[in-house]
């Protein structure tokens, strides 16, 4: 007999483990913790489920390692507010540091550049006061027993 994978089975094999933070209001601190060892980051994501009302809200994602070493910024800023987030854009990175977080009504498949990151946490930065974002993560552990959580 024959066995089916379910769309979330082949996800899975595709793009790696999906990780969801329920949407809140996008405060500065963290968003992912990684645990266990290093993992490789495919993709992270956020939706505008209320749109945030403060002009240049600079906002930016930032890796902080439990090791020693300073936080690295995973991508430059970008002054989300009226115009940057409306209720259904996505937030996305390039991968590329350098590049500003893009926001768009339309999030093409054209991805990110992957990240390998270990044990330490994945935070938010922003300006924000008001407005509320939901974030997702693909992730696949490199490392035997790594793993991303919601923080």
């Known amino acids: 007999m024959s066995v089916l994978i379910q769309g979330d089975q082949l996800r899975t094999i595709l793009e790696g483990v999906k990780v969801d933070r329920a949407t809140a209001l996008p405060a500065a601190g963290s968003l992912f913790t990684i ?19 403060v002009a240049d809200a600079g906002t930016k994602l930032v890796y902080n390692p439990t090791a020693t070493g300073a936080s690295v910024d995973l991508c430059a800023v970008l002054d989300l507010g009226t115009t940057d987030s409306a209720v259904g854009a996505y937030l996305t990175i390039t991968g590329v540091v350098a590049n500003a977080m893009r926001s768009t009504l339309l999030y093409a498949t054209g991805r990110q ?11 938010l930065s922003t300006g924000a006061t008001d407005g509320s974002i939901a974030w997702t993560v693909l992730y696949v552990p490199l490392d035997n027993g790594a793993s991303v959580v919601a923080a």
Do not use: M, P
Not at 113 to 123: K, S, Y
């Open 113 to 123: 550049a992957e990240l390998i990151l270990e044990t330490g946490a994945i935070e």
């Open 35 to 53: 645990t266990g060892g290093r993992v490789l980051i495919k993709a992270i994501v956020g939706k505008v489920t209320t749109a945030v009302t």
